[in-house]
Antibody
């Protein structure tokens, strides 16, 4: 059974940093692309970043480019999102998701990030 | 960025009826269009991939159609458990999602 478990969220002041983790199990992590997708309270889904299986290809949404860094450690079956220069508009539930091709086939339960002073 | 427009924003339904939800892309996405269901306080779940491909474990009353810029998610015989928000997502370029269609009880 595929499991994706996010952690690392919390309350952070504007301008500060936070690092999210997503621990994967139930599949061969190193074979699949991974993604971060977020959902602001009461709002829709917004893709944030993607990383290919070997980290060769990395993409970001314009809203986070230059501030967020996606990475992975295939030996630890873990996906990361380093978030810097956080803004109030980054407040959201952050999901990690596995992609098969261009669809997001499995999602974690999400981790909340709140940016507020 | 490809903009996905979903309609209607809200749909009031009666159990048992057949319904269709629309997703229109601002440019062709071929069949790189996927549908998700999100129930309250749950993570999204993939329903249909590549416009019309069914997903293991998803009830057969859900089906998808379309290509290019116009896509439809159909539910043949809505059940109470289907009251959720439905999102489309394109994967022909950097991923984008539609704003969602909320199914509510009439």
């Amino acid at each position: 059974e595929v499991q994706l478990v996010e952690s690392g969220g919390g309350l952070v002041q504007p301008g500060r940093s936070l690092k999210l983790s997503c621990l994967a199990s139930g599949f061969t992590f190193s074979n699949y692309g991974m993604n971060w997708i977020r959902q602001a309270p009461g709002k829709g889904l917004e893709w944030v970043a993607s990383i290919s299986s070997s980290s060769s290809y990395i993409y970001y949404a314009d809203t986070v480019k230059g501030r967020f860094t996606i990475s992975r450690d295939n030996a630890k079956n873990t996906l990361y999102l380093q978030m810097t220069s956080l803004r109030s508009e980054d407040t959201a539930l952050y999901y990690c998701a596995l992609n098969y091709g261009s669809s997001f086939d499995y999602w974690g339960q999400g981790v909340m990030v709140t940016v507020s002073s | 960025d490809v903009v996905l427009t979903q309609s209607p924003a809200t749909l009031s339904v009666t159990p048992g009826e057949r319904i269709s939800l629309s997703c229109r892309a601002s440019e062709s996405v071929d069949t790189y269009l996927h549908w998700y269901q999100q129930k309250p306080n749950e993570s999204p779940r993939l329903l249909i991939k590549y416009a019309s491909q069914s997903i293991s474990g998803i009830p057969s009353r859900f089906s998808g159609s379309g290509s290019g810029t116009d896509f439809t998610l159909s539910i043949n015989g809505v059940e109470l458990e289907d009251l959720s928000i439905y999102y489309c997502q394109q994967g022909n370029s950097l991923p984008t999602f539609g704003a969602g269609t909320k199914l509510e009880l009439k």
